[in-house]
């Protein structure tokens, strides 16, 4: 996050303000929510309300949704760039999320995790919905298992404490100086830790030891190092063997998993950056990745398009005039 980056630390739109919750604000929600995803309206009930705020690296939405769906295609994922995760709470009434053709609805009290760089789809008739939009990098600090977080959904019994957090921050939006938002910001982490610890088996959860832990965390700083590494590599890096490392790193889909998605991470961090001219093949290598067409056939399956399609689509979105740019999108800039 680029440091003052935001003049404003909250930032109101009404649909209903905008265009009479018409054509006109529809257009106006569009033209607001639109490097995040394609909207729909549903039907002539459509109305949104949104409040932004700023929590330090995170951005925090109290949303109003009525008939609205949005929409996250593999085009729109690689053509914005975004690196980041949602938690998207169901403060009130229920909306459903389609991630990998799958489809299921949130309801009250519950929490949907969203992987940003990957394509979804979430429909609200009548609902309430705090989002925390969150770096990637801090959720990986947090869920031993964030890779596969994608549609996971939290129970209330789980989600409660930090959704009580940020409602009870909304309330009080103007009398919060900035050390107050970044103390909220590191206990809305924490609670969200605590959310994402009670996932249920199956959901990439696991319970680590303190030793298993620290093993996790010297795993993964010799990864991102040693991007070529392999899981045996790894094991004799951190003094493990490669079936408890395997264990370590369950949460993941076991070690091997965990290394190619750090790979693909790094390879669309560098395809997006304007400065890199190298060839694709030599970005990929640098990634770690053995030869061009293992990186394209795993880059294309992570993120359903090709990495010369993505760098394409980013340079094009670099190019296109800014036009009038409201502070909401010099926030997602940050996310980016």
């Not at 649909?15 to 639109?34: M, P, R, W």
């Not at 959720?139 to 890779?147: K, P, T």
């Not at 590494?229 to 889909?253: C, I, M, T």
């Not at 030599?282 to 990745?289: P, R």
Request: proline share 4%.
């Amino acid at each position: 996050m680029a440091s003052g980056a935001a003049a404003r630390s909250v930032v109101s739109f009404s649909t209903a303000k905008a265009g009479g919750g018409g054509q006109g604000g529809f257009e106006a929600y569009h033209d607001l929510y639109g490097p995040v995803a394609d909207v729909v309206g549903l039907d002539g009930r459509f109305g949104v309300s949104v409040e932004a705020q700023r929590l330090d690296e995170m951005i925090l939405f109290d949303r109003r949704l009525r008939s609205v769906r949005h929409v996250r295609c593999a085009r729109r994922v690689a053509r914005n760039g975004f690196d980041h995760f949602t938690a998207q709470l169901a403060l009130e009434g229920a909306f459903s999320v389609k991630v990998d053709e799958s489809e299921r609805v949130v309801k009250r009290g519950e929490m949907v995790m969203i992987d940003m760089t990957r394509p979804m789809a979430t429909t609200a008739t009548d609902a309430r919905v705090l989002t925390l939009s969150t770096p990637r990098a801090v959720v990986e600090r947090l869920s031993a298992g964030a890779d596969g977080l994608h549609g996971a959904v939290v129970p209330e019994s789980r989600a409660a404490m930090f959704g009580g957090l940020l409602a009870s921050f909304l309330r009080f939006p103007d009398e919060q100086d900035p050390t107050d938002r970044a103390r909220v910001a590191q206990v809305a982490t924490e609670l969200l830790s605590l959310a994402l610890s009670g996932r249920p088996e199956g959901e990439g959860a696991t319970a680590l030891s303190a030793s298993d832990r620290a093993a996790r965390e010297r795993a993964r700083r010799f990864i991102d190092a040693n991007p070529a590494a392999g899981p045996d590599d790894v094991a004799r890096a951190v003094g493990h063997s490669r079936s408890s490392l395997y264990r370590v790193f369950a949460g993941s889909g076991g070690v091997a998993r965990y290394i190619r998605t750090r790979r693909l991470s790094k390879m669309r961090a560098l395809l997006g950056r304007p400065d890199d001219t190298r060839r694709i093949s030599e970005i990929a290598f640098a990634c770690g990745f053995a030869s061009d067409s293992d990186a394209s056939r795993a880059y294309r399956a992570a993120y359903g398009v090709t990495p010369g399609e993505y760098r394409a689509a980013r340079r094009r979105g670099a190019n296109a005039p800014s036009g009038g740019r409201s502070e909401i999108a010099r926030w997602w800039d940050d996310m980016r």
